[in-house]
Nanobody, 123 residues
Framework: QVQLVESGGGLLQAGDSLRLSCAGS????????MAWFRQAPGKEREYVAA???????DYADSVKGRFTISRDNVKNTVYLQMNSLKPEDTAVYYC?????????????????WGQGTQVTVSS
């Protein structure tokens, strides 16, 4: 079992930067592929980025070049650095975990989720 708690959301203006954090529990945190998803009002949840235990990363095209995912396996924490924020980035951001000792990137199939943190970007 993995429990995830996100933090760092807020109200920002277009062009601002923000870093989200996701603290995970469990001794095998480093064996999990971690990901960020987001859900805007009235829309389906969408994939944002993922990072393997080897720190291989993957990004959705909509955030590539603006967002950076990273992790600290000692602190059991994954981060999402968001730069050049746009109003269309407004959403609830969720952290997710999926066990992968092989270190694969996944864009779906995550069984563990946090409660989400709201990010609102005004124009």
């Amino acid at each position: 079992q993995v429990q995830l708690v996100e933090s760092g959301g807020g109200l920002l203006q277009a062009g601002d930067s923000l870093r989200l954090s996701c603290a995970g529990s469990g001794r095998t945190f480093s064996s999990y592929t971690m990901a960020w998803f987001r859900q805007a009002p009235g829309k389906e949840r969408e994939y944002v980025a993922a990072i393997t235990w080897r720190s291989n990363t993957d990004y959705a095209d909509s955030v590539k070049g603006r967002f950076t995912i990273s992790r600290d396996n000692v602190k059991n924490t994954v981060y999402l650095q968001m730069n050049s924020l746009k109003p269309e980035d407004t959403a609830v951001y969720y952290c997710a975990a999926r066990y992968s000792s092989e270190g694969y990137v996944y864009r779906g199939g995550y069984p563990y989720w946090g409660q989400g943190t709201q990010v609102t970007v005004s124009s």
